[in-house]
Each structure stands twice: as structure tokens, then as C-alpha cells.
């Protein structure tokens, strides 16, 4: 038994995981068009109403612009905090009450050998958080879209196997970029998004014996690059005592093509 991962889709335009059990699949997010979706799973041969579950991690658009299409059309489950279903009124649409489901910060559900955990980060959200699973002795982390990452987050995501982890922008491409200054002040603040550089310090004090895949995620279309996002995350791990490629590797993640579908 598995615990198999794709990340179908990361970036400013748009975000969604897949992830499967032998029993049961759950989507983490749908920040496209139904449409979208559909093509996104078409692209990884497999099949959209057999989800057990959609989770949502905050009401940004880029993150549930295709949640009412798809448990509409499917008749699937979804799961949030109650903050979270709270902002998403209006935004994505009427979802029949059956179909609504209260998955609150810093709890674990379980679907059965899978364990999802929910966690709180640092975003300007009404109550951002992302998840753990846990699947036999296998631990995947998602975690996008904080501002920074705090002692008590390290401690719920420390030694995962695989990490989907955020590594938004390069701080010096967005001063100089054209985002007027409140908008750089806001992805800059502790409610923002996380640099290559924090990203990286943050990784190497979770980054443990198990650990063998780090996705750099969630990279700003504007301020950041990949090639410049594994060489800043690399350079700075490195200066921690960490050498990509010896333990764990590096792998990009893209806003339109999904990830090979992957075992923890």
C-alpha cells in the first residue's frame, strides 16, 4: 500500500494536489475552471468523481475557483474550516448542505488508512491552513502561502517524506518589479508569502532522515523563475549543511502541467 501524489497545478494563476490511497483520492484545492480541472485530471488518467473528498485551504480564488463546479457536477464532499466556508459564501457558488463538511484547524481525519492533519499558517486569509497525510509510515506536507513559518508549524511538518513547499518570489525581482507598493508591502509582511530564501531556512530545519522530495511551489509568474528558485533554495541550503541531491532532490512544480504521479 501507497500514498501517491500529483501536484496537478502550482502557481499565481492557479493551485490544486492530487493524492491517492489504494482507497481512497482527495484533491487539496481547485483554482481552476471546471474545465481546467477536468484537463488537469485527463492529464494524469484519473478520474474526477471518484474523489473521496475536495479540501480547501482559504478562499482565495486561486485556490477554489473550480470548488462549486466540481462538487456540483460531481456531487463530491468538501471540507473547510468554518471561517473559511464563511468567506467562500458567495464565491464559489450553492453547494447542498450534504455536500458541506467542518474540517477545522489542528484536527486529523481519517479516510481509511490515510490521516489528514489541518494546520494553521500565517496568511491574509479568514483562516488560512494547509494539511499533512499520513498513510502507514509515509508523511506528505503541503504548505503555500504564508508569510513565514513558525516554530509551532516546523513542529507538524518536521521529517515529512515528500514536501509541496512554497517558494514564492526572489525579494530583490519584486522591489524592483511592477507591483505598485502596497501590493509588495503585503507579499512581503508576515501575512504574505514566503521568499526563496526564507523558504529554504525554513526547509532546512524540517528536513529530516526520511525526507527525499522537496516541490518548490506556488513561484510568483512575475518575481520569480524556477531555475533562479532552485538556485537561491539550493545556495541557502547548502549554507545550512544541506546538499541537494544527496539525501533529497529538488523538483519543480508548473501553474499548467501536472506533476508525474508519485509514491511517498
Known amino acids: 500500500m501507497s500514498l501517491r501524489y500529483s501536484i496537478l497545478a502550482s502557481g499565481s494563476t492557479g493551485n490544486a494536489l492530487y493524492v491517492e490511497s489504494d482507497e481512497h483520492s482527495f484533491l487539496v484545492d481547485a483554482g481552476f475552471s471546471g474545465k481546467q480541472m477536468e484537463s488537469l485530471f485527463g492529464q494524469i488518467d484519473r478520474d474526477i468523481s471518484k474523489l473521496s473528498g475536495i479540501f480547501v485551504t482559504h478562499e482565495h480564488s486561486d485556490h477554489i475557483k473550480g470548488v462549486g463546479v466540481l462538487a456540483r457536477k460531481y456531487k463530491l464532499p468538501v471540507y473547510a474550516n468554518e471561517k473559511t466556508w464563511r468567506a467562500m459564501d458567495g464565491l464559489v457558488g450553492e453547494i447542498p448542505t450534504e455536500q458541506k463538511f467542518i474540517f477545522n484547524m489542528e484536527m486529523v481525519k481519517s479516510f481509511g488508512g490515510v490521516e489528514i ?15 499533512v497525510f ?12 504564508t508569510g513565514y513559518v513558525s516554530d509551532r508549524m516546523k513542529g507538524i511538518i518536521t521529517n515529512a517524506d515528500a514536501y509541496i513547499f512554497e517558494s514564492n518570489h526572489d525579494v530583490q525581482m519584486l522591489r524592483m518589479g511592477r507591483y505598485p507598493w502596497n501590493i509588495k508591502r503585503r507579499i512581503l509582511s508576515d501575512v504574505g508569502h514566503v521568499s526563496n530564501e526564507d523558504a529554504a531556512v525554513a526547509m532546512s530545519e524540517v528536513i529530516g532522515d526520511k525526507t527525499r522530495r522537496v516541490y518548490l511551489a506556488h513561484l510568483s509568474l512575475d518575481n520569480n523563475m524556477k531555475d533562479l528558485a532552485r538556485m537561491s533554495v539550493s545556495q541557502t541550503l547548502q549554507s545550512c549543511g544541506l546538499v541537494v541531491g ?15 504521479l508519485t509514491a511517498v
Open 117 to 131: 492533519e489541518s494546520f494553521g499558517v500565517s496568511h491574509d486569509a479568514a483562516e488560512p491552513m494547509f494539511y
Open 134 to 145: 499520513h498513510h502507514s509510515d509515509k508523511k506528505l506536507v503541503l504548505i503555500t502561502d
Open 246 to 260: 544527496e539525501q533529497f532532490d529538488l523538483y519543480d512544480t508548473d501553474p499548467k502541467t501536472p506533476t508525474v
